[in-house]
């Protein structure tokens, strides 16, 4: 069986690497990490105009209908570029929840103007440290009105609307939840910028009361969508994590080749090659992970659960690696606020908690391992 991308999603690849070696060099980063500013509109608007916010997105919704396997290729450039735009929010997370349980209408009101660019999305779900589990969530959605408080929402500061999980009834457990779609700068609606680790991804608290907001889905099925969404947008993620890494390794070769010591180049010890190495071992196993998810994305196999805990934990074991042996690699000025090791380290953490804690991920991937073993 061939996992490697076609000739056409490479030339899109390639394409994607061009645009935003151009559009989105580390100084474009750096605005956005030093403003008040959610994102950079500027890079925003040109990424919508490039067609990829509407990659995965049916034609019949205003998007190319490309697919997965495209979407997965323009996300790996993303990661490497650690564009500050708020694509996986509203992407991999807003639009997806939305084509998972969204009406006919929902998906015509909202998917288009996804593909276009005009709306950005988010997704809440926590509501305090830990992982999410379905007792953990006390926001309420009744008759068509949300109350609670949501933190650590990616994007949420530029954000118009979000998908909130949300308590619908008294009944214990997973069929008390449901999904809301509420708009953001609607009446009731209050949000917060927090501190983030990566403050180009920025965080915000989003406090509701009696806001109104529409249902997606049917009520008691909320958690099983979650989670679809949540595996679907974790194999996208792994591609971004592993474009993050590989720019890592490459980062730390070239300064092991050109930075001296004691008259020979750092690169020429042991301890370093040993580094790099790891690196390279550590990224090549993300990546057969995340092609694997490629597929099972692209296929929408059975596998996919198991698929997108393998990708999400052995991406975000690759590139948090890689992000902290590069800045090893550099020695004292790796840890400065010039050089921009620094930069990928926090995407690196940020990436690595979006979508929920390392350990919720790895308990996943043990459960859907002994499910396979027992098929």
């Not at 995965?56 to 500050?84: D, K």
């Not at 069929?175 to 915000?204: C, H, Q, T, Y």
């Not at 020695?331 to 090791?341: L, P, Q, S, Y």
């Amino acid at each position: 069986m061939n996992f490697d991308f076609s000739d056409d999603q490479k030339m899109l690849k390639d394409q994607a690497r061009k645009f935003l070696a151009e559009k989105c060099t580390t100084k474009t980063v750096r605005k956005v990490f030093e403003s008040t500013a959610g994102h950079d509109a500027a890079l925003w608007k040109q990424v919508a105009e490039m067609g990829w916010t509407g990659t995965a997105i049916p034609e019949n919704y205003g998007g190319l209908g490309l697919g997965y396997l495209e979407l997965c290729v323009v996300a790996e450039e993303l990661g490497r570029a650690l564009a500050p735009v708020p694509f996986a929010s509203t992407v991999y997370l807003f639009a997806e929840a939305v084509l998972a349980a969204g009406s006919e209408e929902q998906k015509q009101k909202y998917l288009p103007k996804i593909a276009s660019g005009e709306l950005i999305g988010t997704f809440a779900r926590a509501e305090g440290p830990g992982a999410v589990i379905p007792k953990s969530i006390r926001t309420t959605f009744k008759g068509g009105k949300l109350s609670g408080k949501k933190i650590a929402v990616t994007d949420g500061i530029d954000a118009q609307v979000a998908v909130v999980l949300a308590r619908s009834s008294d009944e214990v457990g997973e069929r008390g939840l449901s999904l809301a779609i509420v708009d953001l700068k609607g009446a009731g609606v209050k949000r917060r910028a927090e501190d983030s680790i990566d403050p180009s991804r920025k965080n915000a608290e989003l406090t509701f009361d009696n806001a109104s907001a529409e249902a997606l889905g049917k009520p008691g099925e909320a958690w099983g969508n979650t989670s679809r969404v949540l595996d679907r947008a974790a194999i996208m993620t792994a591609f971004e994590q592993i474009g993050g890494a590989d720019v890592c390794l490459a980062m730390a070769k070239d300064y092991a080749l050109t930075r001296y010591a004691f008259g020979r180049q750092i690169g020429s010890y042991q301890a370093i090659k040993h580094k790099l190495a790891d690196m390279y071992v550590y990224n090549e196993l993300a990546r057969s992970n995340a092609y694997y998810g490629a597929w099972a994305l692209h296929t929408n196999a059975r596998e996919l659960p198991l698929a997108a805990a393998a990708a999400r934990v052995s991406a975000t074991q690759a590139f948090d690696y890689a992000a902290k042996e590069n800045t090893q690699t550099h020695g004292g000025i790796g840890f400065t606020w010039e050089v921009d090791c620094h930069l990928f380290y926090k995407r690196s953490r940020q990436l690595g908690l979006g979508l929920g804690p390392q350990r919720t991920w790895k308990d996943k991937l043990v459960t859907e391992l002994e499910l396979s073993n027992a098929a």
